[in-house]
C-alpha cells in the first residue's frame, strides 16, 4: 500500500491542492461521540432539514441483485487481480414528489450512484437508462480531457406532470481537469470551477428549452468531489440569474466531499443543497476555511473513527491502517485521532508564520497563494497528468526507487534536477514544453514541497506514523465516502 501513496505523498501539491477541494466549516473542539450520524455540521437539524423517514435507508450492498447496478472502481485496494465493486442503488420516482428542502436517505444514496457512474459514459449511459431517463447525453467523455473541459451528463424523463432534468458531474478519472482546480483566482468564486460551471449552466438552458419547455420542471443534480464543487457553482447560478424557472422545494441538489467553491456573497445557505462531507477529508478542506471560499447550502458531516472495521466489513480484503496517536514531542502536537491530523496539516500549510522576509514562500492567503504558487503549480500537474497512465505509473516506480535520493530532486530550489527528471517522460508521450518553464514550474513545486509541505513530509518519513497519511489520503476515497454515508444512515 505504501507503494500506491508514494507519489502522491512526496507531490504533496498534488495530493493536497491540486483535488480542489474546500471545506469551510471549522470542527468543533468539542466533538463528541467519533461515531457520528449524519447531521447539518453547522446547525442543529430543523424540519427542513432532517432525515426523511418515508421510505427508510436503502439496503444497497456489494452484489445486491435487486436494484440500479453501478460499478465501483476500487481506491483503496490495488493489484492487477482488483475488480469494480457491484453496488445497488434503489430508485423510486416518488423520491422527488417530496420537498427538495428535506434531506432524503436514499435519494442521498442513489445521488452518489450517480456521481460513481459518471466515471465513464459506459456506465453513467448504462446508469441513467436503467432509471429509464431519455435523451441521455454525456458532455467531454469522446475526448481526452483538457485543463478547460469538464465531463457531465444531461437527461430527463416524465413524472406525472412534470419533467424531471438530472445533471450529473464527473467527479473520477478526469486526468488534465486537474489543472483547472487550481486556478483559485485571487477574489470572488473559485476561477476554474465556476468557469465550469458557467458552460454548464449555458448547456443545461438549452438542455432544458429542448426537452423540457412549457413544462413544470424539477432538476436532481449531483457530484462528488470536483463534480460536486460544480454542482454547487450550477447551483447559486439557477437562482442567481433567474433564467431557469425551478423553485428550491424542486431542485434536488447532493454533493459529496465537495470543494468550496462560492464567494460568501453567493454561497447562500439553500436548503435545498445537501453537503455530504467526511470532517476528516484533507483533501475536501482545501483551499482553507481563510481563503474566503463556500460551499453553498447545508453541510453534512460524515465520519467514523471505526473506518477501517466498517472498510473491513464492506470488503475483507481492504488493508486500511488504524490510526497511530502521536506525541507531542514528535512533531509539535498531539494527535490522538485522524481529525486532528487533519487540523495540523492544515495549520502547517495555511497558517505557518511568517518569518521570513521572502513573502513568495507562504500561501496564507488566498493573494499569496494565487500570487506565488497558482501559474506555477497548475502547469507542473499539467505535465503530470497530461501523461498516460502507464507513464504516470513509470515515474511512480522511478521516485519510489530513488528512496532518499528523492531529496536531491527536491533540495534543487531552481527546479532543474526536477526538470530533467520528468523531462524523458514528458517527451515519450509527446508532450510539448519549454525548457526555461518546465524549470520555472518545477522550482514553484520544490518551492510548494519545501516550505509549505516540510511538515508533513518529514512526518511521512517516520515509518511508525506514516500509515496516518496514508489513512488521511484515503478518506476521501470513493470505498469511504460510500461505507461512511451508509453507516451515517444506518445511525439515523
Known sequence: MKNKYFLPIILLVS???????????????????????????STEPSESSSSSSSSGSSEDIPGKDDGIIVEMDPMIKSGEDVKPYQLSFQYEDDYFNSSAKTYNEDLSMLSFGAAVATATKERGTKFFTDLS?????????????????????????????????????????????????????????????NARGEEVYQELQSYINTYAKNKSLKLWINGYSRGGAISNVLSSLIFRNNKINVEQDNMFVYTFEAPASLSEENAVAYENVHNITNKADIIA?????????????????????????????????????????????????????????????????????????DKTVYANTREQYVDNYQEGLSSAIGYVFGMKEATRDEVLTAIKDLGFGVLGLLGDQTGKELADFIKPYLTKDGIAFEEEKLQSDCAVLVKAIGTLFLKTLMMYMMDDYSSNLTRLISMHYSETVYVLLKNAHNKQ
Open 15 to 41: 495530493t493536497f491542492i491540486v483535488s480542489g477541494c474546500g471545506n469551510n466549516q471549522p470542527r468543533s473542539s468539542d466533538s463528541g461521540d467519533d461515531s457520528s450520524s449524519l447531521s447539518p455540521s
Open 133 to 193: 431517463f431519455e435523451n441521455i447525453t454525456p458532455y467531454s467523455y469522446d475526448v481526452d480531457p483538457t485543463k478547460d473541459s469538464i465531463g457531465y451528463f444531461l437527461a430527463h424523463k416524465t413524472i406525472g406532470d412534470y419533467e424531471l432534468v438530472t445533471a450529473a458531474f464527473r467527479g473520477f478519472n478526469y486526468g488534465l481537469e486537474w489543472t483547472n482546480n487550481f486556478i483559485i483566482g485571487k477574489t470572488g468564486d473559485h476561477e476554474g470551477f
Open 285 to 357: 478542506s482545501i483551499p482553507p476555511e481563510s481563503y474566503g471560499l463556500k460551499r453553498c447550502g447545508v453541510d453534512y458531516e460524515i465520519y467514523d473513527a471505526n473506518l477501517s472495521t466498517l472498510l473491513k466489513q464492506f470488503d475483507e480484503a481492504i488493508d486500511h491502517p488504524e490510526f497511530v496517536p502521536m506525541e507531542e514531542s514528535l512533531l509539535g502536537q498531539e494527535m490522538k485521532d485522524d481529525c486532528d491530523l487533519h487540523d495540523w496539516v492544515l495549520n502547517s500549510v495555511f497558517n505557518v508564520e511568517e518569518t521570513s522576509e
